[in-house]
């Protein structure tokens, strides 16, 4: 059933199972639908100062990393606060939600709840990823294996036709996530399988002729409606940054490595919260020196840049966190970078850049 050749087993780190970064163990706390609690924030921000780097690191499945934790306890506080409702399942609890729909924040912790409460789910690949898009097309474009689209099931991103009614919505991504782990053999993501067909039987709904639906990248900057939305640099939350959020109110954290504050924030704490920031568009890896395998020191070369297309810097070719959505790939080599593989030394970056920023605007005129 699967055509995947992968030969060893999926890695993806969780609170148990660390990554082993150059700049020590890598902790990553899954936030189902990306909403967190004053409470919980206050919390992560407290286990970055004792036990990390100081920081909580943003990533692009709206989960938070803790990086350089080389000192015990995070598991103990995180379940005391509620980040960690089963330890069997923490690394499989990879859920996206829209965060400005109501009907998707209030879906999202039922399904981790349903997740954490079939035993057999505690195998799926931590790749494995869940949408739930309440209709604005703002996640049902993140390269989800499954998601619901206000009534639509999508796998691997393509409308199946099957609709489902938002009563049904969590049973039906269960009974998807159930079937892959029975067919999966070796394969991590549903577009691994060579006929994902059998994910679909069983489910409750009505067929219809499958659509290619809009997707719209979301990136919530600045006042939106209840909500102020604020992003850190390159996804780099400093510790004393979450606290000035959690100080006003709860928030979702989305998977453009941006927050959505309920409250009134006093001090923005260096945080962007101008739409038409230039930092907004650019992405980039840790690096060097947090990362061995990394070329360059991509972030500070990043941050050297100016006004750009959307563009995601990365170290070396596994491209870590690089967005779902179109744009600019900056690869390191030697003496330089590959942008959108043309060599480019790095003092010509910002140029070649900012030319195909002009040219980008100028294809949207």
Not at 82 to 101: C, D, F, K, M, Y
Not at 148 to 170: K, P
Not at 207 to 225: A, H, K, Q, S, V
Not at 288 to 310: F, I, M
Request: hydrophobic share 45%; aromatic share 4%.
């Amino acid at each position: 059933m699967s055509t995947s050749t992968r030969v060893r087993a999926d890695a993806c780190p969780g609170v148990f199972a660390t990554h082993d970064a150059a700049d020590g163990p890598l902790a990553r706390i899954r936030l189902p639908g990306g909403a967190i609690t004053k409470e919980q924030l206050t919390v992560l921000a407290d286990a970055a100062d004792d036990l990390g780097d100081g920081a909580l690191h943003l990533t692009s499945r709206g989960n938070v990393q803790l990086r350089g934790v080389t000192r015990p306890g995070l598991a103990s506080r995180l379940s005391a606060a509620g980040l960690l409702p089963s330890p069997s399942h923490e690394r499989v609890r990879n859920i996206l939600a829209s965060p400005l729909s109501g009907t998707a924040q209030e879906l999202a912790p039922a399904l981790d709840k349903a997740l954490c409460a079939v035993p057999e789910l505690a195998e799926l690949p931590g790749r494995f990823l869940f949408a739930l898009d309440g209709g604005r097309g703002d996640v049902s474009g993140e390269g989800a294996d499954v998601c619901w689209r206000d009534g639509a099931l999508l796998l691997d991103g393509a409308d199946t036709g099957l609709r489902v009614a938002v009563e049904n919505a969590v049973e039906a991504l269960i009974a998807v996530a159930r079937a892959f782990v029975r067919i999966r053999e070796t394969a991590w993501r549903v577009g691994e399988l060579h006929d994902p067909e059998p994910l679909l039987h069983g489910i409750p709904g009505e067929t219809e002729e499958p659509r290619i639906f809009d997707t719209n990248p979301g990136l919530p900057i600045g006042p939106i409606g209840d909500a102020f939305g604020v992003a850190p640099v390159f996804g780099r939350l400093a510790a004393e940054q979450a606290r000035a959020i959690a100080k006003a109110g709860n928030a979702v954290v989305t998977p453009w490595r941006s927050i959505l504050v309920f409250g009134t924030l006093d001090d923005d704490a260096g945080l962007i919260t101008d739409p038409a920031a230039p930092s907004l568009g650019i992405s980039a890896c840790i690096g060097r020196p947090g990362c061995a395998k990394s070329l360059a020191d991509v972030r500070a070369d990043a941050a050297r840049v100016g006004q750009t297309p959307r563009v995601h810097f990365a170290g070396c070719a596994r491209r870590c966190g690089k967005p779902a959505r179109e744009h600019v790939d900056v690869l390191a080599a030697e003496d330089g970078y590959l942008v959108d593989g043309a060599w480019v030394p790095v003092g010509d970056l910002a140029r070649t850049l900012a030319r195909k920023g002009s040219a980008e605007l100028k294809g949207q005129q």
